[in-house]
């Protein structure tokens, strides 16, 4: 029903900064929330960022004050500003979208975030 596809990653330098980007497409959907996740090699996938509707956010204490999320309801997109970019921060970066009323998530292919010393 909804499709999420992912833009913007890439490598880049410690203390650089990176923007992602999701779009989510389909048929008759109105998303609840929208997010970020990770996952690095080895390690759980762990939540990043979301963000509701009215604009609500959520930060894991390892990127607050550096990444910033956003969206645009009208586009049925989701942004994330990574910035001061560590070597901690390399991961596939997921894109995720909860729908109202919806029995799951949907989970966009990842995007790979390196981010050098």
């Known amino acids: 029903q909804v499709q999420l596809v992912e833009s913007g990653g890439g490598l880049v330098q410690a203390g650089g900064s990176l923007g992602l980007s999701c779009a989510a497409s389909?048929?008759?959907?109105?998303?609840?929330?929208m997010g970020w996740y990770r996952q690095a090699p080895g390690k759980q996938r762990e939540l990043v960022a979301t963000?509701?509707?009215?604009?609500?956010?959520n930060y894991a204490d390892s990127v607050k004050g550096r990444f910033t999320i956003s969206r645009d309801n009208a586009k049925n997109t989701v942004y994330l500003q990574m910035n001061s970019l560590k070597p901690e921060d390399t991961a596939v970066y997921y894109c995720?979208?909860?729908?109202?009323?919806?029995?799951?998530?949907?989970w966009g292919q990842g995007t790979q975030v390196t981010v050098s010393s």
């Open positions: 995720n979208a909860r729908l109202l009323f919806a029995q799951f998530d949907y």
């Open positions: 963000i509701t509707r009215s604009g609500s956010t």
């Open positions: 389909g048929s008759r959907f109105t998303i609840s929330a």
